[in-house]
Structure formats: C-alpha cells, structure tokens
C-alpha cells in the first residue's frame, strides 16, 4: 500500500510516497517523463495543502456570488435599460464577461501563494532537490486552474439563480476553455512578480494596479460604445475584452472568430514571453 503524504510534508516525503516519482540521472538533466511526474506530486501536495486550509477556497466560493449578485441587482437595471433589454437582457450580457474575470482575478493568486511559499523557505528546499524547475511552476498553475475552473462552476450555478438562460451548452465549455487558456497565461505574469517581488502584499497590491484598469476599462459589465474615444482605443487592445466579447458570442450568440483569434493570439504571446522570464527568474532568485 501506498503511503499518503501530510499536506506539510516536505517533497522528498511526497517523492517517497510515490514510488514511480524518478530523479533525476547522473548528468544533471531531467526526462520529460520525470517531469511530468515531479508535477504530479506537487499538485497533489499543493491540493492536500487545500484541503487542509479549506479557507482558502473562499475566494473562489464567494467571489463570483458576490459579483454576480452586485452587477445583476445594483447596475443591471439602468445598464440593462440601455442595452434594451432590462435586467434580464443585462444578465445574458455580464455572465459571460464574468466569466473572463474569473479568469483574471484568480490568477492573482498564484503569485501570492508563490511569493508566501518563497517567504516560508518551501522553495529553497524545492531548489535544492533533483527536480525539474519548471515542474513546481507547471504544478501551481494546474492547481491555480482547478480553482479557476470551481469559481466557474460556482458562477454558472448562481447564473442560473438569478436567470441566466444556458442556450449552447457547448459554446458554454468553449468559453470556459478559452478563459482557461487566457488564466494559464497571465498566471506566468503573477509567478513572475511572485518571484521578483518581496512579499505577497506587494504582488496583491502590484497585481491590483494590473486589474483594476484591464477589468474595468473593458466590455466585460458594459458596451464600450458610451466611453470615451481615447479609452475605446484602450479597451480595443485589452485582451480582457476580446475574451469577453468571444464568451459572449460562443454562449448567447454573436460574432466569435475575430475576439478568439485575438484571445488565442494574446494568451501564445504572455506564455512565450512570459513562461521563460518565470522559470528563469525562479532559477536564480538568491
């Protein structure tokens, strides 16, 4: 029988409780396939860690009810009025769009966690054994979509609640999976700062000054059209808005090509920029 590891255990007694876990050879260089099993180990340590904190999980429980329940009740009225449709016609409008803030605003976390975990000295001791660097970033990121993807799940059921009308079921999933795409990519962004930056209080305050102006200064809880020209011009290039806009098109119908294309486009351009300068920086932080 297999051994269980604490979710305080240290990797090596993760790596003992996994048989099938290689190190790395003699020369120093790591198999694709030990890889992917040193990434095992740490999502499943980084989930048991969860379930032993299960606080937190509120962000992910909570934040998407209290979103959904403030937009819909406090603004989906007027905003809902001039899109001409009511506060209905509002709610088939937001619930994409709240879709692709879950994508943003959960990945703030990665770098907070990451950063606490620097703080903690349980990335020196990641350092210091024979497995892939990379491997520790992959499993952050797996464990950050997993949350992601609960919030998901949460918002559609509160969606529901308050009268959103799933007519494509799969246009449903695609926007779900294009948000997963769009999160995996900024999460590279937020394990860099959680790398550079001295404490998680730095990266929550750095990565508030990121999403506040993309979240809002995009088509995600209003058209763009009212705004003024110089900041159409802006939310023409957020990428938030081109994911909203794709969600939006694939779930409740409307164009979709274009806003994919961009979203896709967007999310290969962070990871290949940004993945590298993550695990470069992870590297060799002192």
């Known amino acids: ?21 290689a190190v790395s050879p003699a020369d120093g260089r790591i198999p694709l396939r030990s890889h992917l099993r040193h990434t095992g180990a740490l999502i499943r340590r980084n989930l048991l860690w969860i379930r032993q904190d299960p606080e937190s999980m509120f962000d992910a429980l909570l934040m998407p009810v209290v979103f959904t329940l403030l937009f819909v009740y406090v603004f989906g009225g007027s905003i ?39 703080n903690s000295g349980v990335m020196d001791r990641f350092r210091s054994l024979p497995i892939g660097r990379g491997s520790v970033l992959f499993a952050k990121i797996a464990v950050e979509l997993a949350r992601m993807l609960f919030a998901t799940a949460v918002l559609m059921v509160v969606a529901v ?94 164009p979709v090509a274009h806003d994919l294309w961009v979203t896709v486009a967007w999310s290969v351009a962070i990871t290949a920029v940004m993945g590298p300068v993550a695990i470069y920086k992870f590297r060799t932080k002192s």
């Open 1 to 21: 029988m297999t051994a269980h590891p604490s979710p305080t255990a240290t990797l090596p007694e993760a790596l003992r409780a996994a048989p099938s876990i």
């Open 161 to 254: 609640l308050v009268g959103f009308d799933i007519t494509n079921w799969l246009g449903l999933f695609a926007a779900v999976g294009l948000s997963a795409l769009f999160a995996s990519s900024i999460m590279w962004v937020f394990l860099t700062l959680g790398v550079v930056l001295k404490n998680a209080q730095s990266v929550q305050a750095m990565g508030f000054l990121v999403l506040f102006p993309l979240q809002f200064g995009s088509s995600i809880f209003a058209p763009t059209k009212s705004m003024p020209g110089w900041l159409q011009h802006f939310t023409d290039y957020n990428p938030l808005s081109t994911l909203a806009d794709a969600a939006r098109g694939l779930m409740v119908g409307g």
């Open 80 to 118: 809902g009025q001039a899109l001409g449709g009511g506060q209905q016609g509002y709610v088939q409008y937001v619930i994409p769009g709240m879709i692709s803030m879950m994508s943003m605003t959960l990945s703030q976390s990665v770098g907070t966690g990451f950063s606490q975990d620097f």
